[in-house]
T-cell receptor
C-alpha cells in the first residue's frame, strides 16, 4: 500500500485566493483526520471523519475552512479566502476502526505558504 | 482534559538506550497513553500505546507507572535515524463517540554518533 497520499506537497498562493488540499486515505480505513502544524501551536486536529461523515469539526478555525469527504477514498480541505496566517503544514491521517485503540497513519503533508 | 509534560529536548549516544519520560498526572482511568514521533519534514509515525501494562513492540517499549501518572518510552538501541520529535499523548474521551488526541510540543531527541 502506498500509504496516505496528499497533494500537492507544496503550495504557494496569494492572499485571498482559494486553496484546495487533497487526501487519499489508506484503502479500507474508515476514519480520516485533517491536522495543521505550525511552530507556534504544534499539531492541531482540524476535523475528523468516520465512515465519510464529519464527526468532530470543532478544530476548524473559522468559516473560511471547509472539508469534504465525498467517498471513502478521497477528502478535500478548502480554504477560501486564504490568509497569510493560514501558512502551515497540513497533514491528513487515516485509521481503521475505533480511533482510540488503533494507530493513525499520516501522509507526508502539504506545506502551504500564503503570501 | 488530561495533558502531558515532556522535556523539550534530550540527547542520546548511538547504540545506547534512549529513555523519554512523560508526565500525565491528570490522566483518567480509561485514557490511553500514545507515543508518536515525527522525523523532520515527515508526517507523525505511530510508535506504541498502552493503558496500564507495560507494552513492547519491534520499535520500542512503554513503561507506565502503577499510578499511571507518568510513563517512559524506551528505544533500546538508538540509531541516528531515531533522531526526531517524540510526542506523548493522552487520548481524551468526549461524551458520546467523539474522541481526539491532544498533541503537545514533544521532546526533540538527538541521537549522536
Amino acid at each position: 500500500d502506498a500509504g496516505v497520499i496528499q497533494s500537492p506537497r507544496h503550495e504557494v498562493t496569494e492572499m485571498g485566493q482559494e486553496v484546495t488540499l487533497r487526501c487519499k486515505p489508506i484503502s479500507g480505513h474508515n476514519s480520516l483526520f485533517w491536522y495543521r502544524q505550525t511552530m507556534m501551536r504544534g499539531l492541531e486536529l482540524l476535523i475528523y471523519f468516520n465512515n465519510n461523515v464529519p464527526i468532530d469539526d470543532s478544530g476548524m478555525p473559522e468559516d473560511r475552512f471547509s472539508a469534504k469527504m465525498p467517498n471513502a477514498s478521497f477528502s478535500t480541505l478548502k480554504i477560501q479566502p486564504s490568509e497569510p496566517r493560514d501558512s502551515a503544514v497540513y497533514f491528513c491521517a487515516s485509521s481503521f476502526g475505533d480511533y482510540m485503540n488503533t494507530e493513525a497513519f499520516f501522509g507526508q503533508g502539504t506545506r502551504l505558504t500564503v503570501v | 482534559d488530561a495533558k502531558t509534560t515532556q522535556p523539550t529536548s534530550m540527547d542520546c549516544a548511538e547504540g545506547r538506550a534512549a529513555n523519554l519520560p512523560c508526565n500525565h498526572s491528570t490522566i483518567s482511568g480509561n485514557e490511553y497513553v500514545y507515543w508518536y514521533r515525527q522525523i523532520h519534514s515527515q508526517g507523525p509515525q505511530y510508535i506504541i500505546h498502552g493503558l496500564k501494562n507495560n507494552e513492547t513492540n519491534e520499535m520500542a517499549s512503554l513503561i507506565i507507572t502503577e499510578d499511571r501518572k507518568s510513563s517512559t518510552l524506551i528505544l533500546p538501541h538508538a540509531t541516528l535515524r531515531d533522531t526526531a520529535v517524540y510526542y506523548c499523548i493522552v487520548r481524551v474521551a468526549y461524551a458520546g463517540n467523539n474522541r481526539k488526541l491532544i498533541w503537545g510540543l514533544g521532546t526533540s531527541l538527538a541521537v549522536n554518533p
